[in-house]
């Protein structure tokens, strides 16, 4: 491990100067996975600024229905907040079936939108990657991917988005607020992952130095009855295969709303905006699912170890919409 | 068996005697001994498979802050002599493999240490590792099986020479001209990693020239006499300690260059030196289970006795040496089949040498014959349980001779009574739970019963206010021997249990062999029994001579000792207590060196434990997932010394199970030969979520053969046929036949 130098930092605007001021360094969360990436050689900044002690981490209430979680918010404390269990129970759940107990407590919301990706060629220093060293090539491309993405790849990137509640958000078209030294701003949670493309060491929109200070939720009620489905090889402790984040609105058997995200499959948290628009107006059955699954999947570009992820991805986007009729009584 | 004392403390389910020091986290482990002036040691590990380094330039490193060294092949001193691979229970120098880094400029396998940076702190010296740069000549390389089909051999022996390559029993063509039922099935087992919690590390510590290393190892013995001979220098000068060892399951029962390392630079440095591997380090750095074929065929009549088996391996080994784990073993001798086959086959490949995982050869080779019994049973319509029992071997097959103790078909009875076997639906895909097909499978375990090479010993002291020091050159690694061999001592010398304090992990103490092949508590037991009941008989003796002692004059065999007191079998008012025995000669303390002999290798028994192992799985075949829902083992292990760390080591070893049937892979990305998940993120092993309801049962069958205490042992058994329970329960629930291990989503799909 480099020697870094460390400050804590007391105020937003001053943990905002201090990171933008100086290029090298890095604001510290939880540290989940920073700290992970630092031992590894993986990140390395010559300073960390710690903003564990700034008012991020509330979590509020909107008087429109609606939730704004503080950036520090921590993962376990989020989850169990009864506004998002009442009202984005996808939410939650994606949030309990993210890492291990241990590492809920340490992770902050804002830290998990920015965490790394997976690839064990972006945490091997030494392995050619184009997100960590631009230019250099993807090892993962002929090399070990069972776990890589099969949506919004490129020939430079085919790293999984490994965030489950990222997923949640997307679905909920959550909003991002970010300060930095010009002020603050806010970015759609959709427009703040980007795709890999030729660029794949650009996974944000953020300038250094901009700090995220909350994620809006807007107020959604057919989300009171979403879920959030995650497919894994064991049980706890695995980021997913695949996995999908649901929310109904039923009339009559027809579908009057849908919100509909994937995970684990795609280069990003995937809004299925081709399945969505597949199922609106159509009846709640399990020929649209198949359909809506499957224009989904049908730009998927899969290699030898991923393959079954387009079929695994699209049951899951089957299993998870029948749940979700279910879970409205109406089946 | 024992005479003169009687069993109290053995058997009992004794909480562990090291439980508060560990969770309280003051239990002591190797990398957590830091003398004065401590150094660190991190390795650079090789970039290729197979190649030459043609340019190291360590500039870099020797400039980084607080280096004190950059050893690499140009400079380490060589090895005093080339290593020869030797299993640790031998009691031998034990390399685990015949070949010892940075000797040369050549490289074999990837992750092979290639430089060695020392520094003043941890971190100064990882970031220096980093800062090596080696330029590498590369050669093609082998480090799969597909990649080497077409060099495969058949060897001479495997096993460092122990085991021959081929082996025979009546006449396998007869055998299955005799057959009404044919199967023919083939198993693919992916390469599997230990992943003990505690990474190896061993801290050195020089004082002129004797050296003391601080190890995690399951053998300190065998660590002593391996760095020792690797040195140059007599064992007598290497004190080796390891009071806490955070697992092993075999990765620390050889010893792998790193403790050696170790120690070469602490006197390069002239300070101690400390040595961790990392995580990803444990990968490459202390062997691990071959990926490896394996092909059954079965010869059985329409009843399903079976009347041949051809066993068939192929695995991949190192340049070094001809090892393959012994999946051949108790697969040969389970059942009453009298024409047999088995053959290993090796491809030389580019890996370190495989070595001892967690039931090692055991588990495959069970795995691949008992899903095959389970096709049998199925195709002909016998239910698996009686398939078994009508198969099981009364005599070991291989010799005839009588088994020293058996126990299995009460295994396989009690185990079905408790899963509620005969409630199943022998059709498959016959039982539904919403999206889950419920499944339920069986299989036997076994393993057999290994004896070390030489004497084991052991030291008993008594003090005259009735307390007693027990002690054996042995390790605990959290098999729970730290707290069996205090039930044992206090019984053999008939002391109370809080009287007994068992010292270990030293070097100094008398010789125990290493903890390996289910073997330790056999042994180490026969060892502290033969001491203590030898203390004992001194004292007894001693009393016996005595005109003031109330047994003066009587039998000694007709005394008996509890609680301290000497008295008579049938008279318990006629006696004394050590202690008014040891004050009235004004003794402080007595003591005893206990040495057992182990059974010569040609003792006329079959050696083995055997048990049954029953699954129930849940499949979602939407998505693929298998979850285990509840697992029963039975086992006859001998003598259960404890009836807690037993059932932990059952446990343990069925969960293990788990990982082997539905998770564990390690994956190799053949262009450089670099393991694709060497961390705890990407190998996956069970964690709690995955582990269902076990329920462990134990068949106590005394057995005078092994040992004085009739202890078959348990490390292992646990393990076997586990995982070929739950693959049988996942055709029971789909229809689906494993061919290939883990059993991933993409499978079921």
């Given at each position: 491990?480099?020697?870094?130098?460390?400050?804590?930092?007391?105020?937003?605007?001053?943990?905002?100067a201090?990171?933008?001021?100086?290029?090298?360094?890095?604001?510290?969360?939880?540290?989940?996975?920073?700290?992970?990436?630092?031992?590894?050689?993986?990140?390395?900044?010559?300073?960390?600024?710690?903003?564990?002690?700034?008012?991020?981490?509330?979590i509020?209430d909107?008087?429109?229905?609606?939730?704004?979680?503080?950036?520090?918010?921590?993962?376990?404390?989020?989850?169990?907040?009864?506004?998002?269990?009442?009202?984005?129970?996808?939410?939650?759940?994606?949030l309990?079936?993210?890492?291990?107990?241990?590492?809920?407590h340490?992770?902050?919301?804002?830290?998990?939108?920015?965490?790394?990706?997976?690839?064990?060629?972006?945490?091997?220093?030494?392995?050619?990657?184009?997100?960590r060293?631009?230019?250099?090539?993807?090892?993962?491309l002929?090399?070990v991917?069972?776990?890589?993405?099969?949506?919004?790849?490129?020939?430079?990137?085919?790293?999984?988005h490994?965030?489950?509640?990222?997923?949640a958000?997307?679905?909920?078209?959550?909003?991002v607020?970010?300060?930095?030294?010009?002020?603050?701003?806010?970015?759609?949670?959709?427009?703040?992952?980007?795709?890999?493309?030729?660029t794949?060491?650009?996974?944000?929109?953020?300038?250094?130095?901009?700090?995220?200070?909350?994620?809006?939720?807007?107020?959604?009620?057919?989300?009171?009855r979403?879920?959030?489905?995650?497919?894994?090889?064991?049980?706890?402790?695995?980021?997913?295969?695949a996995?999908?984040?649901?929310?109904?609105?039923?009339?009559?058997?027809?579908?009057?709303?849908?919100?509909?995200?994937?995970?684990?499959?795609?280069?990003?948290?995937w809004?299925?905006?081709?399945a969505?628009?597949?199922?609106?107006?159509?009846?709640a059955?399990?020929?649209?699912?198949?359909?809506?699954?499957?224009a989904?999947?049908?730009?998927?570009?899969?290699?030898?170890?991923?393959?079954?992820k387009?079929?695994?991805?699209?049951?899951?986007?089957?299993?998870?919409?029948?749940?979700?009729?279910?879970?409205?009584?109406?089946? | 068996?024992?005479?003169?004392?009687?069993?109290?403390?053995?058997?009992?389910?004794?909480?562990?005697?090291?439980?508060?020091?560990?969770?309280t986290?003051?239990?002591?482990y190797?990398?957590?001994?830091?003398p004065?002036?401590?150094?660190?040691?991190?390795?650079?590990?090789?970039?290729?498979?197979?190649?030459?380094?043609?340019?190291?330039?360590?500039?870099?490193?020797?400039?980084?802050?607080?280096v004190?060294?950059?050893?690499?092949?140009?400079?380490?001193?060589?090895v005093?002599?080339?290593?020869?691979?030797?299993?640790?229970?031998?009691?031998?120098?034990?390399?685990g493999?015949?070949?010892?880094?940075?000797?040369?400029?050549?490289?074999?396998?990837?992750?092979?240490?290639?430089?060695?940076?020392i520094?003043?702190?941890?971190?100064?010296?990882?970031?220096?590792?980093?800062?090596?740069?080696?330029?590498?000549?590369?050669?093609?390389?082998?480090?799969?099986?597909?990649?080497?089909?077409?060099?495969?051999?058949?060897?001479?022996?495997?096993?460092?020479?122990?085991?021959?390559?081929?082996?025979?029993?009546?006449?396998?063509?007869?055998?299955?001209?005799?057959?009404?039922?044919?199967?023919?099935?083939?198993y693919?087992?992916?390469?599997?990693?230990?992943?003990?919690?505690?990474?190896?590390?061993?801290?050195?510590?020089?004082?002129?020239?004797?050296?003391?290393l601080?190890?995690a190892?399951?053998?300190?013995?065998?660590?002593?006499?391996?760095?020792?001979?690797?040195?140059?220098?007599?064992?007598?000068?290497?004190?080796?300690?390891?009071?806490?060892?955070?697992?092993?399951f075999?990765?620390?029962a050889?010893?792998?260059?790193?403790?050696?390392?170790?120690a070469?630079?602490?006197?390069?440095?002239?300070?101690?030196?400390k040595?961790?591997?990392?995580?990803?380090?444990?990968?490459?750095?202390?062997?691990?289970?071959?990926?490896q074929?394996?092909?059954?065929?079965?010869?059985?009549t329409?009843?399903?006795?079976?009347?041949?088996?051809?066993?068939?391996?192929?695995?991949?080994?190192?340049?070094?040496?001809?090892?393959?784990?012994?999946?051949?073993?108790?697969?040969?001798?389970?059942?009453?089949?009298?024409?047999?086959?088995?053959?290993?086959?090796?491809?030389?490949g580019?890996?370190m040498?495989?070595?001892?995982?967690?039931?090692?050869?055991?588990?495959?080779?069970m795995?691949?014959?008992?899903?095959?019994?389970?096709?049998?049973?199925?195709?002909?319509g016998?239910?698996?349980?009686?398939?078994?029992?009508?198969?099981?071997?009364?005599?070991?097959?291989?010799?005839?001779?009588p088994?020293?103790?058996?126990?299995?078909?009460?295994?396989?009875?009690?185990?079905?009574?408790?899963?509620?076997?005969?409630?199943?639906?022998?059709e498959?895909?016959?039982?539904?739970?919403?999206?889950?097909?419920?499944?339920?499978g069986?299989?036997?375990?076994?393993?057999?019963?290994?004896?070390?090479?030489?004497?084991?010993?052991?030291?008993?002291?008594?003090y005259?206010?009735?307390?007693?020091?027990?002690?054996?050159?042995?390790?605990?690694?959290?098999?729970?021997?730290?707290t069996?061999?205090t039930?044992?001592?206090a019984?053999?010398?008939?002391?109370?249990?809080?009287?007994?304090?068992?010292?270990?992990?030293?070097?100094?103490?008398?010789?125990?062999?290493?903890?390996?092949?289910?073997?330790?508590?056999?042994?180490?037991?026969?060892?502290?029994?033969?001491?203590?009941?030898?203390?004992?008989?001194?004292?007894?003796?001693?009393?016996?001579?005595?005109?003031?002692?109330?047994?003066?004059?009587?039998?000694?065999?007709?005394?008996?000792?509890?609680?301290?007191?000497?008295?008579?079998?049938?008279?318990?008012?006629?006696?004394?207590?050590?202690?008014?025995l040891?004050?009235?000669?004004?003794?402080?303390?007595m003591?005893?060196?206990?040495s057992?002999?182990?059974?010569?290798?040609?003792?006329?028994?079959?050696?083995?434990?055997?048990?049954?192992?029953?699954?129930?799985?849940?499949?979602?075949?939407?998505?693929g997932?298998?979850?285990?829902?509840?697992?029963?083992?039975?086992?006859?292990?001998?003598r259960?010394?404890?009836?807690?760390?037993?059932?932990?080591?059952?446990?343990?070893?069925?969960?293990?199970?788990?990982?082997?049937?539905?998770?564990?892979?390690?994956?190799?990305?053949?262009?450089?030969?670099?393991?694709?998940?060497?961390?705890l993120?990407?190998?996956?092993?069970?964690?709690?979520?995955?582990a269902?309801d076990?329920?462990?049962?134990?068949?106590?069958?005394?057995?005078?053969?092994?040992?004085?205490?009739?202890?078959?042992?348990?490390?292992?058994?646990?393990?076997?046929?586990a995982?070929?329970?739950?693959?049988?329960?996942?055709?029971?629930?789909?229809?689906?036949?494993?061919?290939?291990?883990?059993?991933r989503?993409?499978h079921?799909?």
């Amino acid at each position: 491990m480099r020697a870094i130098s460390y400050t804590r930092a007391t105020d937003v605007p001053g943990a905002v100067a201090a990171v933008t001021n100086d290029p090298g360094s890095s604001f510290l969360a939880g540290g989940t996975t920073e700290v992970d990436l630092l031992r590894l050689d993986v990140l390395r900044p010559n300073r960390l600024v710690d903003i564990n002690r700034l008012p991020l981490a509330d979590i509020e209430d909107r008087a429109d229905g609606g939730l704004v979680i503080g950036a520090l918010a921590r993962m376990s404390e989020v989850a169990q907040a009864p506004g998002v269990v009442e009202r984005y129970p996808m939410l939650s759940q994606s949030l309990l079936l993210g890492a291990s107990a241990q590492l809920r407590h340490m992770a902050s919301m804002g830290g998990n939108l920015m965490q790394r990706v997976r690839c064990s060629y972006y945490r091997d220093p030494e392995s050619a990657c184009n997100k960590r060293v631009p230019g250099s090539g993807c090892s993962a491309l002929e090399g070990v991917h069972r776990g890589h993405a099969i949506l919004g790849t490129s020939e430079h990137c085919i790293a999984t988005h490994p965030s489950d509640m990222a997923v949640a958000l997307v679905a909920l078209d959550a909003v991002v607020q970010v300060e930095g030294v010009k002020g603050t701003r806010t970015i759609p949670v959709d427009d703040f992952f980007l795709l890999p493309d030729d660029t794949p060491e650009r996974e944000h929109p953020l300038t250094p130095g901009e700090l995220i200070t909350a994620i809006e939720v807007p107020p959604l009620p057919m989300a009171r009855r979403s879920l959030y489905l995650k497919v894994r090889d064991r049980e706890s402790y695995e980021f997913a295969l695949a996995s999908a984040a649901v929310a109904l609105a039923l009339e009559d058997g027809v579908i009057r709303g849908v919100r509909l995200a994937l995970g684990g499959v795609a280069t990003k948290p995937w809004r299925a905006h081709r399945a969505e628009e597949t199922l609106l107006g159509q009846p709640a059955d399990e020929d649209m699912f198949a359909r809506a699954a499957a224009a989904e999947l049908a730009p998927a570009v899969t290699r030898p170890m991923n393959a079954f992820k387009a079929e695994l991805a699209r049951r899951t986007v089957v299993r998870a919409l029948r749940t979700a009729v279910a879970l409205r009584g109406e089946t | 068996m024992t005479t003169g004392s009687t069993l109290e403390a053995v058997g009992r389910p004794l909480d562990r005697v090291d439980g508060a020091a560990k969770v309280t986290g003051s239990g002591r482990y190797a990398a957590e001994f830091t003398p004065p002036g401590t150094a660190y040691a991190a390795l650079v590990g090789a970039r290729t498979a197979s190649g030459r380094i043609i340019g190291i330039n360590t500039g870099a490193a020797e400039d980084a802050d607080g280096v004190l060294a950059v050893l690499t092949h140009r400079n380490l001193p060589k090895v005093a002599a080339p290593p020869h691979l030797l299993p640790s229970l031998a009691g031998h120098a034990a390399p685990g493999e015949s070949f010892f880094p940075m000797q040369d400029e050549v490289v074999h396998y990837f992750g092979e240490p290639v430089a060695m940076v020392i520094a003043d702190s941890y971190e100064r010296a990882q970031f220096a590792a980093r800062q090596v740069h080696v330029d590498y000549a590369r050669d093609a390389s082998v480090t799969t099986l597909d990649e080497g089909r077409d060099q495969a051999y058949e060897p001479e022996a495997i096993f460092a020479g122990f085991l021959p390559a081929r082996s025979v029993r009546g006449d396998i063509k007869a055998g299955f001209a005799a057959a009404a039922q044919r199967l023919d099935a083939t198993y693919h087992f992916a390469a599997n990693h230990h992943h003990p919690i505690e990474p190896s590390a061993t801290t050195a510590v020089w004082d002129g020239d004797r050296l003391t290393l601080y190890d995690a190892t399951q053998g300190i013995v065998a660590s002593q006499r391996t760095v020792a001979a690797l040195l140059g220098i007599p064992p007598s000068k290497v004190r080796v300690r390891a009071s806490f060892v955070g697992g092993g399951f075999g990765c620390k029962a050889m010893i792998w260059p790193h403790v050696t390392l170790a120690a070469m630079a602490a006197r390069w440095v002239r300070r101690p030196v400390k040595l961790a591997l990392t995580r990803e380090q444990m990968a490459t750095s202390c062997g691990h289970r071959e990926e490896q074929e394996q092909r059954i065929e079965l010869g059985a009549t329409d009843d399903g006795r079976l009347t041949a088996l051809r066993h068939h391996k192929l695995s991949l080994t190192s340049p070094f040496d001809e090892w393959a784990e012994p999946s051949l073993s108790i697969a040969a001798q389970a059942y009453a089949c009298p024409h047999y086959e088995g053959v290993y086959r090796l491809i030389r490949g580019n890996t370190m040498t495989p070595t001892f995982t967690r039931g090692p050869g055991e588990t495959t080779g069970m795995f691949a014959l008992e899903c095959t019994m389970d096709e049998l049973a199925h195709r002909i319509g016998v239910d698996p349980v009686q398939l078994r029992l009508r198969n099981h071997a009364h005599a070991d097959p291989n010799t005839g001779h009588p088994w020293s103790s058996d126990g299995a078909q009460e295994c396989y009875q009690r185990g079905a009574a408790r899963f509620d076997w005969q409630s199943r639906n022998p059709e498959p895909r016959s039982e539904r739970d919403g999206n889950w097909l419920i499944g339920k499978g069986m299989a036997t375990a076994g393993y057999p019963v290994f004896f070390p090479m030489q004497p084991q010993r052991a030291r008993a002291r008594l003090y005259a206010d009735g307390s007693a020091v027990v002690q054996a050159g042995t390790q605990e690694f959290g098999t729970g021997a730290a707290t069996a061999m205090t039930q044992v001592a206090a019984d053999g010398l008939g002391v109370p249990l809080h009287q007994v304090r068992f010292e270990y992990g030293d070097t100094d103490l008398p010789n125990v062999a290493a903890t390996v092949g289910s073997a330790g508590a056999g042994m180490i037991s026969a060892a502290v029994h033969t001491a203590v009941t030898a203390l004992r008989d001194q004292l007894i003796a001693q009393a016996v001579l005595d005109p003031a002692s109330p047994l003066h004059g009587v039998d000694p065999a007709a005394v008996v000792v509890s609680q301290g007191r000497m008295e008579l079998r049938d008279d318990s008012g006629t006696g004394e207590t050590y202690r008014q025995l040891m004050e009235r000669h004004f003794m402080t303390d007595m003591d005893a060196l206990g040495s057992w002999s182990p059974p010569a290798p040609d003792v006329p028994y079959g050696l083995a434990t055997f048990g049954a192992q029953f699954a129930e799985v849940a499949v979602d075949q939407d998505l693929g997932l298998v979850r285990v829902r509840r697992m029963v083992g039975v086992f006859a292990p001998g003598r259960v010394l404890n009836a807690k760390t037993a059932r932990s080591q059952a446990m343990g070893g069925m969960l293990w199970g788990i990982g082997q049937a539905l998770l564990e892979g390690a994956v190799t990305d053949t262009r450089d030969g670099r393991w694709a998940n060497a961390g705890l993120g990407e190998y996956l092993l069970p964690v709690n979520a995955d582990a269902p309801d076990v329920a462990i049962e134990f068949v106590e069958v005394p057995d005078p053969v092994v040992n004085p205490l009739g202890v078959k042992g348990l490390g292992e058994v646990g393990m076997v046929g586990a995982a070929a329970a739950i693959a049988n329960a996942v055709f029971h629930a789909t229809g689906y036949r494993a061919r290939e291990l883990p059993i991933r989503i993409e499978h079921l799909l």
